[in-house]
């Protein structure tokens, strides 16, 4: 289990943006610290409302330098959706082989609605040296994390 302290896998997968294309942790790591947002399903109501959040929040994140990545299991296609849909300035990244979500260990099943390897609601934010600051996983697939929380964990950063 990735925790404090541990070095943040590194990874490649589609990031959707402005358009969608392949991106790395390393490569963002080069322009500061990263929030690292995973998620269970693009608009679901608790994600639609987390990342609803972490975009009224973005300011607080750009002024500590600091890059938002939401991580889902879902297609890059249906992020490029949800993102559009919901107005996300976020940049999502589709680990739709599910490699980042074992990385991290944070692999969930929702056996209620059959759906199986889904990314489990956590959250992890990534100095620049590639170490885990803060580590957050959701007791329930319902909880949203504790933004204000995230964003002292940024700011206390050197």
């Not at 392949?22 to 963002?28: G, K, Q, V, Y």
């Not at 002024?63 to 490029?80: H, P």
């Not at 980042?100 to 609601?121: C, K, L, P, T």
């Amino acid at each position: 289990m990735v925790t404090v302290g541990d070095t943040a896998p590194d990874f490649i997968a589609p990031l959707v943006d402005d358009d969608i294309k392949a991106t790395s942790l390393e490569d963002h790591l080069e322009e500061g610290p990263v929030v690292l947002a995973f998620f269970p399903a693009a608009f679901s109501s608790t994600c639609t409302t987390e990342f609803c959040t972490f975009q009224d929040e973005l300011t607080a994140f750009d002024e500590l330098g600091t890059t938002v990545l939401g991580i889902s299991t879902d297609t890059a296609y249906a992020l490029e959706r949800f993102r559009a849909e919901n107005n996300l300035s976020i940049g999502l990244i589709s680990d739709n082989n599910g490699e980042i979500s074992n990385a991290y260990d944070v692999v969930d099943d929702f056996e209620h609605i059959a759906m199986w390897g889904i990314a489990q609601r956590s959250v992890f934010v990534v100095d620049v040296n590639g170490i885990v600051q803060y580590a957050w996983r959701a007791e329930n697939p319902g909880q949203q994390p504790d933004y204000e929380a995230i964003i002292e964990a940024v700011d206390t950063l050197e």
